[in-house]
């Protein structure tokens, strides 16, 4: 199975309002990256965190390792946070892999 | 400061025709390089990994090979493009297994 998930598939916001993203997972976690995703594909790395609460701006990661699931909080969202979050798993071992959720695609609306 | 560059933006090629696409780390010794792939519609998936220069491992098969030519180079080839090989590619590196890794701005192929 879906080794991560994202939640909510898509999220539709009015500008002001707070966006909680979700992403769980059943392996074991080495690491966490967020992404958001931009309409041409490239990724802007938001956070990488392996555990714990990290702050960036309007942004906070969270990462539980031992509930197994990490979120993504954006407060007093503005349009131009319309887009795809992605987070990615690292599982650790000699290939790194990031194995990525299928995104949560967030429209704010003005 | 590292930089993390990749070529052609895009590229539109034939079934049966070869590609290749590059991959380029400058400002970092011996990264951990790793080659992913997106398909339209959907989710990023791991295709390469390479630890040192002269070795590569393949995590997905998809009739494409990798190659490290140099240490801040990574090489992405097939001789016969199929119609699934469309979508973006991304190429990214990190210090070491379990690190942050960082993204380039990507390759989108379509494959006609």
């Known amino acids: 199975g879906q080794q991560v998930q994202q939640s909510p598939a898509s999220l539709v916001l009015q500008e002001g309002e707070n966006a909680e993203l979700q992403c769980n997972f059943s392996?074991?976690?080495?690491?966490m990256q967020w992404f958001y995703q931009r309409p041409g594909g490239s990724l802007v790395s938001l956070f990488y965190n392996p555990s714990g609460t990290k702050h960036s701006g309007r942004l906070t990661s969270t990462t539980v390792i031992k509930e197994r699931r990490s979120s993504l909080h954006i407060s007093s969202s503005q349009t131009t946070d319309s887009g795809t979050y992605l987070c990615a798993l690292c599982g650790g071992g000699s290939n790194a892999k990031l194995t990525f959720g299928k995104g949560t695609k967030l429209s704010v609306k003005s | 400061a590292q930089t993390i560059h990749q070529w052609p933006v895009a590229e539109i090629k034939a079934v049966g025709s070869p590609l290749s696409l590059g991959c380029t780390i400058k400002?970092?010794?011996?990264?951990?390089l790793y080659w992913y792939w997106q398909a339209t519609g959907g989710t990023l998936q791991q295709l390469f990994y390479?630890?040192?220069?002269?070795?590569v491992e393949s995590v997905v098969q998809l009739n494409l090979s990798a190659s490290r030519p140099k240490d801040d180079q990574f090489i992405l080839s097939t001789e016969k493009l199929l119609l699934s090989h469309s979508g973006f590619y991304l190429c990214a590196w990190s210090l070491r297994g379990d690190a942050e890794q960082f993204f380039g701005p990507g390759t989108r192929l379509t494959v006609l």
């Open positions: 392996t074991s976690l080495n690491s």
């Open positions: 390479s630890i040192t220069v002269g070795q």
């Open positions: 400002g970092k010794s011996s990264p951990n």
